[in-house]
């Protein structure tokens, strides 16, 4: 029996977070998405509701996914981040590690989205 979980996508990209839904609904129909387009939108969604899981592009206006992340790992050290990003250098990669975040490329496709919530299936 599978619990409804929660996933917050963060993207400033519309097209990227209705993607990343589509295939996550796709997947559990059953679980609740929530989107962000901004990093200060995804701490203000996460300290309302906080998510199972937190996919959080680096590149975005204002707040970007690493400083948002970074908070969030601080408020939420249990929640599984990833971010999900274009953004490929190795200094991405290695402070995400650093940070003890996911890290995986875009394109957003379906079985990336499905590696990700993997983690969440077995909980």
């Known amino acids: 029996m599978t619990s409804t979980k929660t996933v917050l996508i963060v993207d400033d990209s519309r097209v990227s977070r ?6 996550i609904v796709g997947m559990h ?15 203000l969604k996460a300290r309302s509701t906080p ?35 274009a953004n490929v250098q190795t200094a991405t990669r290695e402070r995400a590690a650093a940070m003890g975040i996911g890290f995986v490329e875009k394109p957003i496709t ?14």
Request: hydrophobic share 50%.
């Open 18 to 23: 209705m993607m990343a839904r589509q295939y």
């Open 29 to 43: 129909a059953d679980w609740i998405v929530e989107e962000a387009g901004t990093g200060e939108e995804s701490l």
């Open 51 to 85: 998510p199972d899981l937190i996919l959080m592009d680096v590149n975005m206006p204002g707040m970007g996914g690493i400083a948002a992340a970074e908070q969030l790992r601080q408020e939420f050290p249990a929640i599984p981040i990833s971010l999900l990003t």
């Open 110 to 123: 379906e079985a990336r989205i499905a590696q990700l919530v993997a983690t969440l299936e077995a909980a």
